[in-house]
């Protein structure tokens, strides 16, 4: 049994992974904040599943808050890891307000690493993005390409974090997995995002906003997978950087067809023009995944829809509620 310290653990992939853990048998201490970044019945719904278990204990707190840190409760207790899975997302969002995302994803990250300083943590895991790639790098994207171009604050702020990470292992002996997610969807997901705002568009009768033509295509990666490998990335590992992906892109409008598929409804599509902080692609190159971790994808994007929609109908009674945009 170890004991871990999970922040943005009632976030999307922060309880999955956070759920995994405990199921293994460990002891977890779950930080986050509650934020209003999307509706907090979401964020609610996951940490009460969570709050269930014994060996689960919850504190509201923002990393970004350094004296918040220094005087949480959890300051004297021991911990095998940190996993620092709380972020400010959302690459649109982060044009209309970038402070945010550099208090959250990047001085949250180095009061964290610092933590781990102080308090003799070896293991630290950093969620990252597959933003950090940028508009020029060519797919798949492997983890070897430059990535000191990023298009929006976000990934910016995700690259910062990433440097930071490095410096501690350089300077501090830090053993540092940074994972970078491609695309995440499945039950609960966050709202904001393609695959929970299809699923209740589609279901409720309402209009789905898409973001260019719809020929954009991601690698959407399922939830369970991407946690699967976020719990195998506290194995020590020195310093590396990891791709997370689903390893088969698919096009924005190929998505849309199996919500409709698998809701049996049809969509009515309101397309607006892209982006410029929106990539045309991603694609993840998962060798050092495999190689590292011992981790494939193993859900595919249809198993995965279905499986979200079944959740969203058994939720529908709030989660057609909440708002999407």
Not at 124 to 138: D, I, M, Q, R
């Amino acid at each position: 049994m170890a004991r871990y310290l999970v922040t943005g653990v009632a976030g999307f992939i922060g309880s999955r992974t956070a759920e995994m853990l405990l199921e293994a048998g460990h002891q977890l201490v779950g930080v986050d904040n509650l934020s209003d970044a999307y509706d907090l019945r979401v964020k609610e719904y996951r940490l009460e599943r969570l709050r269930e278990q014994s060996r689960f204990r919850f504190e509201r707190l923002d990393i970004a808050d350094r004296s918040a840190i220094a005087a949480a409760a959890f300051q004297g207790e021991h911990f095998d890891a940190v996993l620092n899975l709380a972020a400010r997302a959302g690459v649109r969002a982060s044009v209309e307000n970038p402070w945010v995302y550099i208090e959250t994803n990047v001085t949250g990250a180095l009061n964290l690493l610092e933590f781990c300083r102080s308090r003799g943590i070896a293991k630290f895991v950093l969620a990252s993005s597959s933003s950090v790639y940028g508009a020029e790098s060519s797919i798949p994207y492997r983890e070897d390409q430059d990535t000191s171009r990023p298009i929006s604050p976000y990934a910016a702020s995700k690259k910062a974090a990433e440097a930071l990470c490095y410096t501690f292992h350089f300077l501090h002996g830090l053993d540092v997995t940074v994972l970078r997610y491609f695309t995440v969807y499945g039950p609960a997901g966050r709202p904001d995002m393609s695959v929970f705002r299809f699923t209740q568009g589609v279901r409720e009768g309402r209009p789905i906003r898409v973001y260019g033509d719809g020929s954009m295509s991601r690698d959407f990666s399922y939830v369970d997978d991407i946690a699967r490998g976020t719990v195998a990335a506290i194995a020590p590992l020195g310093y590396e950087v990891i791709n997370l992906g689903g390893d088969q892109p698919h096009r924005v409008t190929e998505l849309i067809r199996l919500i409709e598929k698998h809701l049996g409804r049809s969509a009515e599509i309101e397309f607006e023009e892209a982006h410029p902080a929106d990539v045309l692609a991603t694609w993840a190159d998962i060798h050092r995944a495999e190689e590292l971790l011992g981790w494939r994808p193993q859900v595919s994007l249809e198993e995965g829809i279905s499986r979200t929609v079944e959740w969203y109908e058994a939720e529908r009674h709030w989660a057609g509620q909440i708002s999407v945009y």
